[in-house]
């Protein structure tokens, strides 16, 4: 069983620059695709970004080009290094993770993700 614990949340200015992580611990974190999600209130939540254990990804059209996902994989650890942040980037952030190949129409969707952090809170000010 693995547990994500994410970090790195805060309260940033339009602009401005965050860097979330979340850090695995427990087994199975090998050779799965680890994935970003968020929701702000009164929406349900949505994809970000995902990345397999070989480092390939795919990222959601809102984000692409303003964030970075990568993964420590020795470490256990998967990034999400957001710039030029928005009001509406303003949500709970969760990473989560899941067994199996790689495959973009998987890796998108929060239903095929086995397990759940607890999230972290990016609030962006205009």
């Known amino acids: 069983q693995v547990q994500l614990v994410e970090s790195g949340g805060g309260l940033v200015q339009t602009g401005g620059s965050l860097s979330l992580s979340c850090a695995a611990s427990?087994?199975?974190?090998?050779?799965?695709?680890m994935g970003w999600f968020r929701q702000a209130p009164g929406k349900e939540r949505e994809f970000v970004a995902a990345?397999?254990?070989?480092?390939?990804?795919t990222y959601a059209d809102s984000v692409k080009g303003r964030f970075t996902i990568s993964r420590d994989n020795a470490k256990k650890t998967v990034y999400l290094q957001m710039n030029s942040l928005k009001p509406e980037d303003t949500a709970v952030y969760y990473c989560?993770?899941?067994?199996?190949?790689?495959?973009?129409?998987?890796?998108?969707?929060?239903?095929?993700?086995?397990?759940w952090g607890q999230g972290t809170q990016v609030t962006v000010s205009s």
């Open positions: 989560a993770g899941r067994f199996g190949t790689w495959a973009t129409a998987l890796a998108t969707e929060p239903q095929n993700y086995a397990y």
């Open positions: 427990g087994s199975g974190f090998s050779n799965n695709v």
């Open positions: 990345i397999s254990w070989s480092g390939s990804n």
